[in-house]
C-alpha cells in the first residue's frame, strides 16, 4: 500500500545514517531521555527529503510551521506504511501495527495533554514534549519522548488541530492490507482509500486550516461559526482528494501489487471487464490487452470525478496552502491522464513523471494560488 500524494518510492540506495540501519518503519531513538522538538523535527523533515519525492515538491512551499507539522504528519504515515508493507509473519505485523496504535493514544497521555480526543492548540504548550518534560516519574522520561516522530508530532497538534484519531483509520486501512483483504464493488475500494487515503487529507487540513479563517501561517487563531461550517466542508473535500490520490496509486502500482498477491480493483468491475488480472511465469498479465485497457480507462475516469470534488478545497486555503495541495494534487492528476492514455505503459510496470514535468506542474500551482489570492481570502462558498 502507498500513502497516497507522499510515498511512492523506495529507501534510496544512497541513505545513509541512523536511519538508513534500522529496520521498515521505525526512528531512531534519542536514547533514555525526551528528545528536543527541533531534532524531532528535523529527523521528521529529513524522512521527507529522502522518502517523499512527490509530497516534497508541495511541502517546499509551506511557510517553516505548516511544513514541519506537515512533515510530522507524514512522518507517521510513512512508519505506518512501512509497517504494512514489511515482511514476516501476518500476525506479527498486525501486532506491530496494534503497537503503533497504542504509542499514538500514548501521545495523548504526555503531561500537558487535555485527555480523550484530539489534541488541540494549547492542550500541549509549544515545545512541552522537550529536553525539560520529566515523563511519568522522577528521571523517567515519559514513552514517547524519545520517539522523535512523536515527539514533533505531539508540538505540531499542540499549534494546530490535528485530527490524531484519523492515522488510527491508516492503521486500519494497513492492517486490511497485511490480511489480504479484497473488494467486491467500488464503494468498498473508496470506503479503503478513505482510510489510507482520506485520512491523511483531513491530517494536512488541519496543519492547512482555512484561508483567513481558523489558522494562519503561523498556527494561531481563532474561527467563527461560518469558518466551522466551511470547515466541515472542506474536509469532505480533503477526504475526496485522499481518495482520488490513492486510486491514482492503485493504477499506477498496478502489476507491482499484483506481483505481490494485492489486488484492489473491485470484483465488480474485472467482472464487468472480463478480467482476472492472472499472471503468467514471467509476471506478465494474461488478460487480453483491450480488456485490460478498458478496465484501466474505466477507474481512471471513476478517479478523474474524485479530483474533480477534491479539488474544489483549493480556493478555501490560504495562497501557500492552496499551492502545496495544487502542486501534489497536479502531479497525480498529471500521472492519472499518462495512466489513462497509455495503459499498456502501466501494466508493464510503474509509471511515474520526469522530474521537470513535476517542477512545472509545481510552478503551475505557485502562480495559479497567486492569481486566485484574493478569492482564496474570502470563507464563501467555493466556485
Known sequence: MTVPGAIPDPVPESLTGAAAELPAGRAPRAGPGPMPVSRAYGHCERVVRTRARNFAYGIRLLPPPKRRALSAVYALARRIDDLGDEAGPVAGRLERLEQERELLRALKTVPGSSGPGSLGPGSL??????????????????????????????????????????????????????????????????????????????????????????????????????GERVLRRAAGQADALGVALQLTNILRDLREDRCAERVYLPADDLRRFGCTLGLDARGEFTDPPERLAGLIRFEAARALGWYAEGMRLIPLLDRRSAACTAAMAGIYRRLLGRIATDPARVLAGRLSLAPWVKAMVAARAITGAAQAEPEAGSQGESP
Not at 516519574?137 to 514533533?152: E, F, I, M, S, Y
Not at 484519531?165 to 468498498?188: K, M, P, T
Open 125 to 226: 504548550g509549544p515545545g512541552s514534549l522537550g529536553p525539560d518534560s520529566s515523563g511519568p516519574g522522577p528521571g523517567a522520561a515519559h514513552p514517547v519522548t524519545a520517539d522523535p516522530v512523536l515527539v514533533a508530532l505531539g508540538d505540531a497538534a499542540a499549534r494546530f488541530p490535528l485530527p490524531l484519531e484519523a492515522f488510527e483509520e491508516l492503521i486500519d486501512g494497513c492492517a486490511a492490507d497485511v490480511a489480504g483483504a479484497r473488494y467486491r464493488c467500488h464503494d468498498d475500494l473508496v470506503g479503503y482509500c478513505r482510510q489510507v487515503a482520506g485520512s491523511i487529507g483531513r491530517l494536512s487540513l488541519g496543519v492547512f486550516g482555512l484561508a483567513g479563517g481558523a489558522y494562519g501561517d503561523d498556527g494561531t487563531g481563532g474561527g467563527t461559526g461560518d
